[in-house]
């Protein structure tokens, strides 16, 4: 009689808690925007500065995490602990623009290496058949830090110099994710391939055989969409709430996070049950209806709205990440699960970017007609995923 292959154990638990501190430290520059205002960085420049991180970040998850194996992750994952802590502590100096924005730029290097590292191990202890499950519960643990931080940053700056001492502290609080590092660098043995018994370095010609697949490049560009979607609304709500004169803005996103987290909990291997394609075409389809709902019914149901983004947005990562790894032969899992956090990257990039330019060209109905048009066109991909 087989058993079912054990996913929570000690490496599996412990990327999650290295994937929440690594979230909750960047999630405690949420108020950056601030903090550069009150330096006196002009309007113009702040943007610059908040977004050389994510940038950073994506050009590194292009180019170099095809060749962060499983040997190297890591010392990747260290380097980018010290990096990060560095770059918390040195807030407490830097105040001229070009220097913050070379440390943000430094910061988005050791985000990408600490994150990417952890993908590159994460991938290699998931059991078969259970992907959608084991990144259902990888995503709680990312959703838990946007929910606890900005809450606790509030709390805590009022009682400190300033927040950049906060700042400080975030990067300080990554210290214990060494041990861990250390502890996964002793459990997780690299794969090895060919009778040299030497681990796989993937090559150029790696990359371009995973982009010419051409299921896996649908999934990527949708994996694009779902974080251009997401991260636009969670940019962009405050402004239209302030607008439309709803005084309760949190309510909306707590209602969307807790259906988004209780979805991941307990939907558990529902994921790997159902079609995946299916499953990404359902949660673009309930993101439009999310978008449509915002544009056209009263203000006070924004809290109601939220759980049906909670739901489309819940369903939809688990989807996106089970789809990458299935559709990855097992030496290349590392380096495509990365390709995916590049499309997590630009399209955290392209949603603020692109919905805050259709906002000032079109107001937010523009906006919201933009996001249904890229919800549904989404869907459409998701069919002919679905298709092969």
């Not at 991941?264 to 673009?284: H, I, M, P």
């Amino acid at each position: 009689m087989s058993s079912t292959p054990k996913l929570l154990g000690f490496e599996f638990t412990s990327l999650c808690l290295i994937a929440f501190l690594a979230i909750a430290n960047g999630t405690a520059y949420y108020d950056l925007f601030g903090h550069l205002a009150s330096l006196g960085i002009p309007a113009g420049l702040r943007g610059i500065v908040v977004g050389a991180y994510p940038l950073v970040a994506m050009v590194l998850y292009l180019v170099a995490s095809p060749f962060l194996t499983v040997r190297r992750a890591p010392r990747a994952m260290l380097a980018g602990i010290a990096i990060l802590v560095a770059g918390g502590v040195s807030f407490l100096f830097v105040q001229s623009f070009w220097g913050l924005l070379l440390l943000r730029g430094a910061c988005g290097a050791g985000g990408f290496l600490l994150g990417a590292g952890a993908m590159a191990l994460l991938v290699t202890v998931i059991p078969p058949g259970r992907s959608g499950e084991a990144f259902g519960i990888y995503s709680v643990a990312i959703l838990a830090a946007y929910g606890v931080v900005p809450a606790a940053m509030d709390g805590v700056v009022p009682r400190l110099v300033g927040v950049t001492t906060a700042y400080a502290l975030a990067g300080l609080a990554l210290l214990p994710a060494v041990g861990l590092v250390l502890s996964l660098r002793r459990r997780i043995r690299p794969p090895v391939v060919g009778p040299g018994g030497e681990p796989h370095l993937p090559s150029r010609a790696d990359l371009r055989a995973s982009l010419s697949h051409r299921r896996l490049v649908l999934v990527l560009l949708l994996g694009v969409a779902y974080f251009a979607n997401w991260s636009s609304l969670y940019y962009l709500f405050k402004g239209f709430a302030t607008e439309r004169g709803l005084g309760n803005v949190g309510a909306f996103f707590s209602v969307l996070t807790a259906v988004m987290i209780g979805i991941r909990l307990l939907g558990g291997r529902l994921f790997d049950r159902f079609d995946k394609a299916r499953l990404a075409t359902f949660s673009f389809g309930m993101i439009a209806l999310g978008h449509l709902a915002l544009a056209t019914l009263p203000v006070d149901a924004a809290p109601i709205v939220g759980a049906f983004f909670g739901v489309g947005l819940g369903a939809g990562y688990p989807a996106l990440n089970g789809l990458v790894f299935e559709l990855s032969e097992p030496r290349f899992r590392p380096q495509n699960a990365n390709l995916m956090m590049f499309a997590v990257q630009l399209g955290s990039f392209l949603g603020p970017a692109v919905g805050g330019a259709l906002v000032a060209r079109a107001g937010y109905a523009g906006y919201f007609a933009g996001s249904i048009l890229l919800a549904l066109a989404s869907a459409g991909l998701g069919g002919v995923l679905r298709r092969g």
